[in-house]
């Protein structure tokens, strides 16, 4: 039984059905069951990482564990789960990161969160494999309503490249390091075929719905009122400007080679994401 936290997010759910295809038994926990709206043959059982009471009934017969969390919580909620999980007998756990965490100077919050979740994880003795993610291509759903409203991307920094990847890619590493060996102790940090400005995105965005899509920089200030619009939380917000800011720096424009590497195929490429998500830029929510 695989055990998957954070299912109900981008990359959770895509190693969720990953993991049902391969035909493997699935858990998920969930503050909220109710509103999973998982597919028919995952267990999903009522858990909190905020509550370490709830988390040996979650972890019953688990073997691995996909850990993904978010915000700053995460070091409480990874140590719990890392508590809990040899508490029951865990045998290797997967731990979704973020790209910066590797870097040392990375001292803003998203890196710094995850940094401490990683060294939770590792002090638990439990085998683990880190998942480093750069840029997801999913961030560009942040521009559809001004694509569709007046067909501009709006966002700061926009020299930086980063090497944008796609979540599925990340699914796909993942299910690679819980389901087959040789994946104990390695730290892989992903990223796309290409690093990309928001400019750039914008063109290709351009080309895939066959009309004009003009960048439009901004400042910082602006693009976190954005985000606040968008529904994120002020601290979480501000975390993902101080990341953000971050993106003119070379560290994330570098293409690394490793989805190729586990998984024996290219990671896909933005145009490919783009065109798969086409109707969310397009279509009224």
Do not use: C
Request: zero cysteines.
């Amino acid at each position: 039984m695989y055990l998957v936290t954070g299912a109900t997010g981008t990359v959770g759910r895509a190693v969720v059905d990953r993991l049902l295809a391969a035909g493997l038994p699935v858990r998920a926990i969930t503050r909220r069951p109710e509103a999973a709206d998982l597919p028919a043959g995952v267990e999903v059982v009522r858990a909190d990482l905020g509550d370490p009471s709830t988390l040996p009934a979650a972890l019953a017969g688990i073997r691995r564990v996909f850990l993904s969390t978010a915000g700053p919580e995460i070091p409480t909620h990874d140590a719990n789960l890392a508590t809990a999980a040899v508490a029951a007998g865990v045998e290797h756990i997967v731990k979704l990161s973020s790209g910066r965490a590797g870097d040392e100077a990375a001292t803003d919050p998203i890196p710094s969160w995850h940094r401490a979740g990683e060294d939770a994880v590792r002090a638990s003795g439990v085998d683990w494999t880190m998942v480093r993610p750069m840029g997801f291509m999913s961030n560009a759903l942040h521009w559809a309503r001004s694509i569709r409203e007046s067909s501009t991307v709006r966002g700061p920094f926009g020299h930086g490249r980063i090497a944008v990847i796609d979540p599925d890619d990340i699914a796909a590493v993942s299910v690679a390091a819980l389901t087959e060996p040789g994946h104990v102790g390695q730290v892989y940090t992903l990223t796309g075929p290409r690093a990309l400005s928001p400019g750039e995105q914008a063109a290709i965005l351009s080309g895939i719905l066959g009309r004009p899509v003009r960048f439009e920089e901004i400042s910082p200030e602006a693009a976190r009122a954005d985000l606040l619009r968008f529904g994120v939380d002020p601290e979480m917000a501000s975390a993902i400007m101080a990341l953000r800011a971050t993106a003119p720096e070379s560290f994330t424009s570098v293409v690394h080679p490793t989805v190729a590497v586990v998984t024996g195929r290219s990671p896909r490429t933005f145009q490919e994401w783009a065109l798969e998500n086409k109707e969310q830029f397009t279509a009224a929510h």
